[in-house]
């Protein structure tokens, strides 16, 4: 019976296949957490899970590496590169402060850590008080640096050790920028078979990503059901009653991030972008799919690409470049839960925040989004240091440490939604964006 239900399964759309998965996985987890096979579904589910996003990780440098260099080669003028750059930079800085300034709004109107009662945060604080140490002592390591140090960390001293971190982006960025502007600068003919080989070496990297995405429902099966029944243990009621106590301030954040991708989002694709709001959705519904189910604008970058590629028409020349920039350094959805979090605790702890202090927020969980890496919970660690600006206590993240998976797959979604939506304002404002026929999206 199963061998038919796949079949059918493998003739629908990615997208379904992906929704399928989920919708599974998460059924699966909460059945398993009430029978007493949390344990077998970490021991032999959950792995798959991992085996995927190791896949995604796994072409994430090599894609970045070859893309930016085909990209910046094809660009063929450094004052194009310089135009491109610049305008992609503004756009995401841009894009980060609407996304700051309008979960402060939302924050200050709805008030939601003024419900919490002195006896819950007591209650959470104890709960949670490893973890937050924890998130302290790792922020504490950033922010023990000299002011330039974000500066210098770009810069590698040996590119083959960069090559061998997922966590160096932005020095391979920096490399592959080198190397492609190096390229464009020597004679045409000397550089022919360098960006031959470069082109062809891309077209294979594609190739793997299309057969890593042959396995996505099944991986984000596991890795849905992973999570369920860790959270939920063996008492699926104890997460449920968690997440209620929480559920005013996850509702405000979830209510900024859906005015992300609902309104300013499609505001942008639609105005500046000159495309309509679903045949955009529908170009990069299993990108957000993935980053939902792996809480990653990195492991997700692959398929940002491909689908901003092929579905929605923009050129790898702006692909290649704007998006893994993005992935690294733009995250609306991370800055607006900086700031919902951060008043949030402040108003949990009843401390008045002036309009300076708000104002400092949307500096530091600027800077602090840009810092962030495209990891999961990666948006809870600089979090620290936005509290600390702002003269929050830090131990008040405890408050927000149980839904933040919940809120960080979120909150990935809109990173990814956003880097897409800004690529496709550059490439549609540089002639570079055609799209395909209806059909073919
Ligand atoms: N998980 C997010 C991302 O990869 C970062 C974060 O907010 O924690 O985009």
Redesign the pocket.
């Known amino acids: 019976m199963l061998v038919p239900i796949w079949l059918h399964m493998r003739k629908l759309a990615l997208h379904w296949q992906i929704l399928i998965g989920m919708a599974l996985g998460v059924l699966w987890g909460f059945f398993a957490s009430s029978v007493g096979l949390v344990d077998a579904t970490i021991d032999w589910i959950k792995p798959f899970g991992t085996i995927f996003i190791n896949l995604l990780k796994l072409i994430a440098v090599p894609l970045v590496l070859v893309s930016l260099i085909t990209g910046v080669a094809s660009l063929s003028d450094i004052s194009r590169l310089s135009r491109i750059g610049s305008k992609t930079i503004g756009i995401y800085l841009m894009t980060t402060v609407i996304a700051v300034v309008l979960g402060l709004l939302l924050v200050n109107t709805f008030k939601p850590g003024n419900a919490f009662s002195a006896e819950k945060r007591e209650e959470f604080k104890e709960q949670f008080a490893a973890t937050t140490t924890q998130r302290s002592t790792d922020a504490a390591s950033v922010e023990q640096q000299g002011p330039l140090q974000p500066l210098i960390d770009i810069v590698p001293s040996n590119i083959f050790s960069s090559l061998t971190n997922n966590g160096a982006m932005l020095q391979v960025i920096f490399f592959a920028l080198l190397f492609g502007i190096a390229l464009i600068m020597i004679p045409p003919d000397k550089a022919a078979p360098v960006n031959a080989f470069f082109e062809g070496l891309n077209l294979i990297i594609l190739k793997i990503v299309d057969i890593i995405m042959l396995a996505a429902p099944y991986g984000v099966f596991a890795l849905l059901a992973g999570l369920v029944v860790e959270f939920a243990g063996d008492n699926p009621s104890s997460a449920v009653e968690l997440l209620l106590v929480l559920g005013y301030y996850c509702i405000v954040v979830l209510v900024g991030l859906a005015f992300m991708v609902f309104v300013v989002y499609p505001f942008l694709v639609k105005t500046v972008g000159k495309t309509k709001y679903g045949v955009f959705f529908k170009g990069m519904f299993p990108a957000q799919m993935l ?1 939902f189910s792996t ?4 492991a997700t970058l692959p398929v940002t690409m491909e689908r901003c590629e092929k579905n929605l028409g923009i050129s790898r020349e702006i692909t290649s470049f704007v998006l893994p920039l993005g992935a690294t350094i733009n ?1 609306d ?2 800055s607006l ?1 900086q700031a919902v979090a951060a008043v949030f605790i402040a108003q949990a702890y009843g401390i008045d925040l002036d309009l300076s202090a708000q104002l400092g927020i949307v500096l530091t969980a600027t800077l602090a989004s840009i810092g ?9 660690v600089m979090l620290v240091i936005v509290l600390q600006q702002a003269g929050i206590p830090i131990e008040g993240i405890a408050l927000i440490l149980a839904p933040d998976r919940l809120l ?1 797959m979120c ?2 979604v809109v ?2 939604t956003g880097d897409a939506t800004v690529s496709m304002m550059v490439a549609q404002t540089e002639g570079q964006l055609h799209p395909p026929a209806a059909t073919d999206v």
Not at 295 to 298: K, T, Y
Not at 372 to 380: E, F, L, T
């Open positions: 980053a809480s990653s604008s990195a995250m959805g991370t839960y962030a890496a495209a990891v999961p919970g990666a948006g809870v960080d909150r990935t990173n990814v």
